[in-house]
């Protein structure tokens, strides 16, 4: 049985450089024998804002129990999305809010401050885009969308490992450059 992957598009437009990274990972990785479900998350329909806070549920949308689905069943979660503001767009965050839910990616222990990571057992990649070159983002912003990720929301819920891939600096980025990009997200989705 092959493995079951989830590429989720965290730019709200499919026909960005965005876009045609997470379409040609889906394409490597099922021609690699995964099976891959692609969710673009500018084309679902659902609400990216939890209006009550954590306090009061708020019924997932269609498009996000099928996505809650996929990410239950998949062996990897890969994310694609730009670096915007330092951080990820905010459409990306709401699914994050709205689908990563206590008793589902996580749960808390009574009386205590230590959870249980209920995702365990799956692997997360994620592949960003950036202005901003990687060697300022690391030294001088000091990577805190990668951090963010890495530890406090995918670590959190259980994903390990989680990898990281910059492609930048975008704005002024050639065709040729954006190609070797493309050709690198391939290899990338064909390696595991």
Do not use: N
């Not at 998949?74 to 730009?82: E, G, I, T």
């Not at 749960?107 to 365990?120: A, H, M, T």
């Not at 406090?152 to 390990?160: H, Q, R, V, Y």
């Not at 600096?169 to 070797?180: K, N």
């Amino acid at each position: 049985m092959s493995e079951r992957w989830v590429v989720i598009l965290g730019h709200p437009d499919a026909d960005s450089l965005c876009g045609a990274l997470a379409h040609r990972y889906a394409e490597s990785a099922r021609a690699a024998g995964r099976e891959v479900s692609l969710f673009c998350l500018g084309e679902l329909q659902f609400d990216p804002v939890l209006r009550h806070g954590y306090r009061r549920p708020q019924p997932l949308e269609p498009d996000l129990q099928r996505l809650q689905q996929a990410i239950a069943d998949a062996q990897q979660l890969v994310l694609v999305l730009p670096l915007w503001w330092g951080g990820m767009p905010a459409l990306l965050k709401g699914m994050f809010d709205r689908v990563f839910l206590s008793g589902w990616a996580y749960r808390y222990r009574q009386d205590s401050v230590w959870w249980d990571k209920l995702l365990r057992g799956r692997r997360a990649e994620v592949i960003v885009t950036m202005d901003t070159p990687g060697w300022y983002y690391r030294w001088v912003y000091g990577q805190p969308l990668f951090r963010q990720l890495k530890h406090t929301i995918l670590g959190f819920c259980g994903f390990a490992p989680v990898r990281v891939t910059a492609l930048a600096p975008v704005r002024g980025s050639s065709a040729a450059q954006q190609a070797r990009w493309l050709a690198q997200v391939a290899q990338l989705a064909a390696r595991r």
